[in-house]
Nanobody, 120 residues
Framework: QVQLVESGGGLVQAGGSLRLSCVAS????????MRWYRQAPGKQRELGAA???????NYADSVKGRFTISRDNAKNTVYLQMNSLKPEDTAVYYC??????????????WGQGTPVTVSS
């Protein structure tokens, strides 16, 4: 089995910063792309940032220039550095990854989410 566990969420004032982490554990053979999604109250879940195993990144327009996604392949960990936070960044942030297991092949996995609240 695979688990994705996020951490680093919390309450921050507008203009502040937070760093989210997500660690994948289990009988992992390899991890392809890793992503951060977010879901604001009453809204659909949306992709915020993604990173390939080789480090290629892409961002939603709403976070471009403020958020940075990175990963440590040796630690099976993906990070999201969030700067210049705005109240509209308030959401539950979910880690998502394409993980290859020797037993089940390539599948998509989700974390349980970590809440981020930005006060004005």
């Amino acid at each position: 089995q695979v688990q994705l566990v996020e951490s680093g969420g919390g309450l921050v004032q507008a203009g502040g910063s937070l760093r989210l982490s997500c660690v994948a554990s289990g009988s992992i053979f390899s991890i392809n792309s890793m992503r951060w999604y977010r879901q604001a109250p009453g809204k659909q879940r949306e992709l915020g940032a993604a990173i390939t195993r080789g480090g290629y990144t892409n961002y939603a327009d709403s976070v471009k220039g403020r958020f940075t996604i990175s990963r440590d392949n040796a630690k099976n960990t993906v990070y999201l550095q969030m700067n210049s936070l705005k109240p509209e960044d308030t959401a539950v942030y979910y880690c998502n990854a394409d993980i290859f297991l020797a037993t089940t092949g390539l599948r998509e996995y989700w974390g349980q989410g970590t809440p981020v609240t930005v006060s004005s």
